[in-house]
C-alpha cells in the first residue's frame, strides 16, 4: 500500500517562510522520484519541484526557482519543500506524489502514480 502524508502547512505571513514535509511509508519506499506539486484556488495544479531520492538531484518549476528548496532524508523517508518569502500568489494546496520513472523528467503530472491529500498553505497579513 503506497502511503503519502504531507504536513507542514499553515497560515503564513507575506514575505515568510514555511517548511512543508512529505512522509513516505508503505510501497511509496519503492519510488526513488518525488514531486510537489500545488493547486491554488481556480487554478490548475502545477509542479513545483522534484527529487531523486536516491541521487539527490533536483528540478525546479521557472517561477518558483530562488525561492523553493527540495530535499530528502532517506532515513526518516521524507522530502521536504522549503519555502522562502511567501507571497499570495503561493496560496494554494501542496501535494506530493511519486513518479513512475528511475530518474528526473520533469513535472509532468502524467509521470506522477500515487498522490498524498495535501496540504493547504494560505499566506496572508
Known amino acids: 500500500q503506497v502511503q503519502i502524508v504531507e504536513s507542514g502547512g499553515g497560515l503564513v505571513q507575506p514575505g515568510g517562510s514555511l517548511r512543508l514535509s512529505c512522509t513516505l511509508s508503505?510501497?511509496?519506499?519503492?519510488?526513488?522520484?518525488i514531486g510537489w506539486f500545488r493547486q491554488a484556488p481556480g487554478k490548475e495544479r502545477e509542479g513545483v519541484a522534484c527529487?531523486?531520492?536516491?541521487?539527490?538531484?533536483?528540478y525546479y518549476a521557472d517561477s518558483v526557482k530562488g525561492r523553493f528548496g527540495i530535499s530528502r532524508d532517506n532515513r526518516k523517508s521524507t522530502v521536504t519543500l522549503q519555502i522562502n518569502n511567501l507571497t499570495h500568489e503561493d496560496t494554494a494546496v501542496y501535494y506530493c506524489?511519486?513518479?513512475?520513472?528511475?530518474?528526473?523528467?520533469?513535472?509532468?503530472?502524467?509521470?506522477?502514480?500515487?498522490w498524498g491529500q495535501g496540504t493547504q498553505v494560505t499566506v496572508s497579513s
Open positions: 508503505g510501497s511509496a519506499l519503492n519510488y526513488l522520484v
Open positions: 527529487i531523486n531520492r536516491n541521487d539527490g538531484s533536483t
Open positions: 506524489a511519486t513518479s513512475r520513472s528511475y530518474y528526473i523528467t520533469g513535472l509532468s503530472q502524467d509521470d506522477y502514480d500515487y
